[in-house]
């Protein structure tokens, strides 16, 4: 492989990467965010209250279903790049074979 090959084929993965990681940021933007904030601190408050009536008052704030949507976020983040990585090194064997 020549050095100006290498030098692109290091770009375009650089750019695969980048895009990917930042790709589903802009993806899960909601256009309606002020109604899911309201909800959620509703479900907060709402969360806040059972925890100190069972015993809890310095209990996490974080809530299953926040845990379960950034695991499952994380993992669909990771294979977009891996997937877009795949696509762009098969693009590449293809036009160069």
Do not use: Y
Request: proline share 2%; no cysteine; hydrophobic share 50%.
């Amino acid at each position: 492989m020549t050095i100006r090959t290498s030098l692109f084929v290091f770009w375009l993965g650089l750019t695969a990467v980048a895009g990917g990681l930042l790709l589903p940021a802009v993806s899960l933007a909601n256009g309606d965010g002020e109604s899911l904030l309201v909800n959620e601190r509703k479900i907060i408050q709402h969360d806040q209250t059972l925890q100190e009536s069972a015993g809890f008052p310095n209990a996490d704030q974080t809530t299953i279903s926040q845990v379960v949507a950034n695991i499952i976020r994380t993992i669909v983040g990771f294979t977009g790049v891996i997937f877009v990585v795949l696509m762009v090194w098969g693009g590449l064997m293809w036009m160069t074979s």
